[in-house]
C-alpha cells in the first residue's frame, strides 16, 4: 500500500531505488483521517506472487511466515503494531494470520478500495485487515467502513 513520504518496492529489486511516494494509498488515507498513526512499512512476496519475503515468523523461526501479506502479519504479532494493511488474491491474508497467530479479515470482494495497493488480478485483489485482538479488528472495519476512529497503530505492507 502506497504511504505519502515512503517508497514503495512491492517486495521486489526491480523497486529498489523507488522513490518516495508522492501520495497515500486510499486505504492509508482514510485511516490516517481516522487518527490512525503509520509506525513502519513491511516487506511483502515479491510483487505479491514470487519470491518469499525476508522476514521470520516470530512464532516459530523454522517456519513461513505466509504469503504476500506476511509481512503485515509478522509486524501485528510481534507487537510493533496493533494491526496491519494486506491485500489478497488466493489466501495472502488470511494464510499469514493463521501461520502467526494473529487475526486476519478479507472482507468481500471490492469491499475496501484498492487504489494505491499493487494489483495482481482485479476481479479478485482485495484489501483486508491484520489484527492483534478482535477488538481491534472490529474498531478498525468500523473505522473504514463507517468513519469513526479506530484510535490505533498502523503498519502498511510494501
Known amino acids: 500500500f502506497r504511504a505519502e513520504g515512503h517508497p514503495t518496492r512491492f517486495g521486489s529489486a526491480v523497486f529498489a531505488d523507488a522513490r518516495p511516494d508522492d501520495q497515500d494509498s486510499a486505504l492509508v488515507a482514510r ?4 487518527g490512525a498513526r503509520q509506525v513502519a512499512k513491511s516487506t511483502m512476496t515479491e510483487l505479491a506472487l514470487y519470491q518469499p519475503a525476508p522476514s521470520e515468523n516470530p512464532i516459530d523461526s523454522a517456519r513461513t511466515p505466509g504469503g504476500s501479506s506476511s509481512g503485515s502479519a509478522v509486524a501485528v ?9 494486506g491485500s489478497q488474491t488466493g489466501g495472502s491474508i488470511i494464510r499469514p494470520a493463521a501461520f502467526t ?16 495497493m ?5 476481479s479478485l485483489d482485495t484489501a483486508g485487515v491484520l489484527a492483534s ?7 478498525v472495519m468500523a473505522g473504514l467502513l463507517r ?3 479506530p484510535a490505533a497503530s498502523l503498519g502498511t505492507e510494501q
Open 118 to 122: 499493487l494489483g495482481v488480478c482485479p
Open 101 to 116: 497467530g494473529v487475526l486476519g479479515f478479507k472482507p468481500t470482494w471490492n469491499l475496501l478500495p484498492t487504489n494505491g
Open 147 to 149: 468513519g469513526s476512529a
Open 133 to 139: 485482538t478482535m477488538p481491534v479488528l472490529r474498531r
Open 77 to 85: 504479532a510481534a507487537g510493533l503494531c496493533d494491526f496491519a494493511l
Open 31 to 34: 485511516l490516517r483521517r481516522l
